[in-house]
């Protein structure tokens, strides 16, 4: 079994302007495409094809740096496309906006912890919403790790997550990472991220 490079559930230009259409493109065909394929690469021919992205993920400890590297890469990319769409609900509802407002005290100070976990991971990385049994946290990771892999400090299932590697942002945003992390707030697809947060 391969791993596929996934459509994008909207056109490239669907979250102007709070992300750019050229970033978008090269994001996804270039980016997101390359660790697909060295995914791909990486497990051809051993034990590990056959395999789910959260089965390899949950012992990278064991396996080769190429696949912990592009297996996270193509995981996160996933998540990260599905979890934006253009005109999303301003605020989370329901049952995650419940657990939100316990596991934070309100959606301002989670928006706050989120925030500044994009912001202070140093270098390249990921800022996430993690689901722990009932409860929520906030974390980071470098590089393309994520909560699933059992080297993570943070573990659990991560329904929401930020790229805040350069390529993310850099042709409109240049090194300005919070005006990028400001308009990712614009375009998160809650509904997206309450469906991962019941499942």
Same mark, same amino acid.
């Given at each position: 079994m391969s791993f596929e490079l996934p459509q994008l559930p909207y056109a490239y230009d669907a979250l102007e302007p709070m992300i750019d259409a050229r970033t978008m493109e090269i994001h996804h065909t270039k980016h997101h495409a390359a660790y697909t394929s060295n995914l791909n690469n990486a497990i051809q021919g051993t034990e590990l094809e056959g395999k789910t992205i959260e089965e390899l993920l949950a012992s990278i400890s064991k396996l080769p740096v190429a696949v912990r590297n592009n297996g996270g890469g193509f995981f996160n990319h996933n /998540?990260?496309?599905e979890i934006m769409s253009p005109g999303g609900a301003p605020q989370p509802e329901g049952d995650l906006q419940k657990a939100i407002n316990s596991s934070f005290g309100s959606y301002?100070?989670?928006?706050?912890?989120f925030t500044k976990a994009a912001l202070t991971r140093f270098g390249s990385g990921w800022a996430w919403l993690v689901k722990q049994g009932d409860s929520l946290v906030v974390s980071s990771t470098p590089n393309q790790d994520n909560? /699933?892999?059992d080297v993570a400090e943070v573990k659990?299932?991560?329904?929401?997550g930020i790229d805040v590697w350069e390529h993310a942002y850099y042709l409109k945003y240049q090194n300005r990472r919070p005006e990028y992390v400001d308009a990712f707030w614009k375009v998160i697809n809650w509904d997206e991220v309450a469906k991962r947060f019941k499942g």
């Amino acid at each position: 079994m391969s791993f596929e490079l996934p459509q994008l559930p909207y056109a490239y230009d669907a979250l102007e302007p709070m992300i750019d259409a050229r970033t978008m493109e090269i994001h996804h065909t270039k980016h997101h495409a390359a660790y697909t394929s060295n995914l791909n690469n990486a497990i051809q021919g051993t034990e590990l094809e056959g395999k789910t992205i959260e089965e390899l993920l949950a012992s990278i400890s064991k396996l080769p740096v190429a696949v912990r590297n592009n297996g996270g890469g193509f995981f996160n990319h996933n /998540l990260y496309w599905e979890i934006m769409s253009p005109g999303g609900a301003p605020q989370p509802e329901g049952d995650l906006q419940k657990a939100i407002n316990s596991s934070f005290g309100s959606y301002d100070n989670f928006k706050e912890a989120f925030t500044k976990a994009a912001l202070t991971r140093f270098g390249s990385g990921w800022a996430w919403l993690v689901k722990q049994g009932d409860s929520l946290v906030v974390s980071s990771t470098p590089n393309q790790d994520n909560p /699933l892999m059992d080297v993570a400090e943070v573990k659990g299932s991560p329904i929401l997550g930020i790229d805040v590697w350069e390529h993310a942002y850099y042709l409109k945003y240049q090194n300005r990472r919070p005006e990028y992390v400001d308009a990712f707030w614009k375009v998160i697809n809650w509904d997206e991220v309450a469906k991962r947060f019941k499942g």
